[in-house]
């Protein structure tokens, strides 16, 4: 009976590439072409400077399959794509040697979780806590909704629309702390920025944050 479910979803769902969206063999995630020409940060060009954190990393870029595939993910309830990142987040956090004690994420206001149905960095975050036998803990809360970032033209913009927006919700599990901060993607940084000044208010030791996938800043 399980085998003929089985071919029945994958009749229905045939398996796809997470980021071309080319149908695969069951099993795969990531098709040989993409795994191969993604645009891929290197080196240095992982890193991205922000305010209040002492490193910020990114896999990938945020271009071409790569964007489309973030934009599924977030609004086409592909909330299966979290697992296939984490592969990415894990190894981008290796190779800088990232260490920390919790891993916690950027989160969506109530609102936003209710109206697209989860929550898509807490679910990378959560991926990539089990991949690397780290906690994973909600450190913060969102205070209220606030205008979508992607519509901010300017970095004071996009600072000022998040001011005051997050608050510490565990501080006795914050204090002395070095904490990974994680999100699908950053532009500016002022969102991750903002969250990891509430974290250090609240005492936390030290705050690096990952993506998997990081945008041009807009002139």
Partial sequence: MKALLDALLALLYPPRCCFCHNLMPRGVSVCTHCRETLPYTRGDEQLRKLRGIEKCVSPLRYENSVRDSLLRYKFHALSGYARIYGEFLAKC???NGISCDSITWV??????RWKRGYDQAELLARELARRCGIPCERLLRKR?????????????????????KYRAVSPEAIRGKRILLVDDIVTTGATLSECAGVLKAAGA?????????????EK
């Fill in 107 to 112: 989160p969506l206001s109530r609102a936003r």
């Fill in 144 to 164: 209220r909704n606030n205008p979508a970032q992607s519509g901010m033209r300017s970095d004071e913009a996009r600072r000022r629309n998040v001011k005051g």
């Fill in 205 to 217: 030791k030290a705050v690096c944050a990952v993506t998997v996938a990081q945008a041009r800043k």
């Fill in 93 to 95: 956090i290796d190779e």
